[in-house]
C-alpha cells in the first residue's frame, strides 16, 4: 500500500467508536453459572383422615389406614371443622376414629378422647358425614345421620370469627357429649341486641324457633351459652350475669313411659314447656 493511502488517525478513531457500538448491541454471556430458582415450600396442610372398618367394604382402600388420603377430610369455609362425606358405603354399622398428620401418633375417638373409644355408625346406604372439629380445641368426632348437627346461626357470629346466619359454618357447633338431648355452645359474644335460630344438619330446611330469638348483652361483652333440647325443639340461652331463663317443666308420671327421662322430675328438660311467641 503506498504511504498516501494509509488510513487516517480521524478514520481509525472511527472505526473504533463504530466497533464500540456494535459490540454493545450483542448479547453479553453471564461469566457466573446460572442460578437455580427452587420455588419456596408451602406450608403443609394439616392431614386428617377418618380411618375405620368402612373403607375396604366402600372401595375407599384399605381399613383402618391413618394415611388412606381416600377418608381425608377438609375445612373447605375455614370454620375450623373438618369434614369427609360419602356415599359408597354399603348398608351396616361401622366404627372409625380420626388421625391427624397420618398415622396414629395423634388420634381421637368418642366425644373426642385422645385415644378413646371408636365411633360407631349406622348407615342405611346413603350418603354419611364425618365431622371433626380442631377449631374449637375439643376434637369431637361424630357423623351424620346418626348424630344430630345443630348449629346457632345469628347476626353476632361475624363477630366471634364466624359467618354470620350460615348454617353450614360450624364455629357455632352445639354439642351433646353426655347425650341427654340438650345441645350447647359457649361464647363470649360482644355487647348489644342480637339475633338467632338454631338450624339442624348445615341447612335451613329445620331451624328453631319459629320467629328469631332475641337476646341482649350488657356492657363489656358476656359470656353466652346457648341451648337446643332436640327432644322438645326448645331454644334458650344464658347470659352471664343475667338473669337465669324462666324453666317450666311439665313432671308427671308419664314421662318414663314416653321415654322423656325420669317421672316427677322438675328439672327434666324433656318436659320443658316454652313460650315461643311471647303470649305469656
Not at 324462666?246 to 325420669?262: H, Q
Request: hydrophobic share 35%.
Amino acid at each position: 500500500m503506498c504511504p498516501g493511502n494509509k488510513p487516517s488517525r480521524s478514520l481509525l478513531s472511527l472505526g473504533l467508536v463504530v466497533a464500540l457500538l456494535v459490540t454493545s448491541l450483542l448479547p453479553v454471556a453471564s461469566l457466573a453459572a446460572p442460578t437455580r430458582t427452587t420455588p419456596a415450600a408451602a406450608d403443609s396442610a394439616l392431614l386428617v383422615t377418618f380411618p375405620g372398618n368402612y373403607a375396604e367394604v366402600a372401595g375407599l382402600g384399605n381399613n383402618w389406614d391413618p394415611g388412606n388420603l381416600n377418608t381425608q377430610g377438609n375445612d373447605a369455609n375455614g370454620d375450623g371443622v373438618y369434614k369427609f362425606v360419602t356415599d359408597a358405603i354399603p348398608p351396616g354399622t361401622y366404627e372409625f376414629k380420626v388421625t391427624v398428620g397420618g398415622s396414629w401418633s395423634e388420634n381421637y375417638g368418642r366425644n373426642g378422647v385422645p385415644g378413646g373409644p371408636n365411633v360407631s355408625f349406622t348407615t342405611a346406604g346413603g350418603t354419611v358425614h364425618f365431622y371433626y372439629d380442631r377449631g374449637s380445641g375439643d376434637n369431637f368426632v361424630a357423623s351424620r345421620p346418626n348424630y344430630l348437627i345443630p348449629v346457632v346461626a345469628g347476626n353476632f357470629v361475624s363477630e366471634i370469627g364466624g359467618s354470620d346466619w350460615s348454617p353450614d359454618h360450624l364455629k357455632t357447633w352445639m354439642k351433646d357429649p353426655d347425650g341427654d338431648g340438650i345441645y350447647t355452645y359457649t361464647a363470649e359474644v360482644p355487647e348489644g341486641n342480637w339475633e338467632y335460630k338454631v338450624a339442624l344438619n348445615e341447612s335451613w330446611s329445620v331451624a328453631y324457633p319459629a320467629s328469631n330469638r332475641p337476646f341482649s348483652v350488657p356492657a363489656g361483652g358476656a359470656s353466652v351459652t346457648f341451648y337446643y333440647n332436640s327432644a322438645t325443639n326448645e331454644v334458650w340461652e344464658e347470659v352471664a350475669g343475667g338473669p337465669p331463663p324462666l324453666l317450666v317443666t311439665f313432671p308427671g308420671n308419664y314421662a318414663s313411659a314416653a321415654g322423656l327421662g325420669n317421672d316427677w322430675d322438675p328439672g327434666n328438660l324433656n318436659t320443658q314447656g316454652n313460650d315461643a311467641n311471647g303470649d305469656g
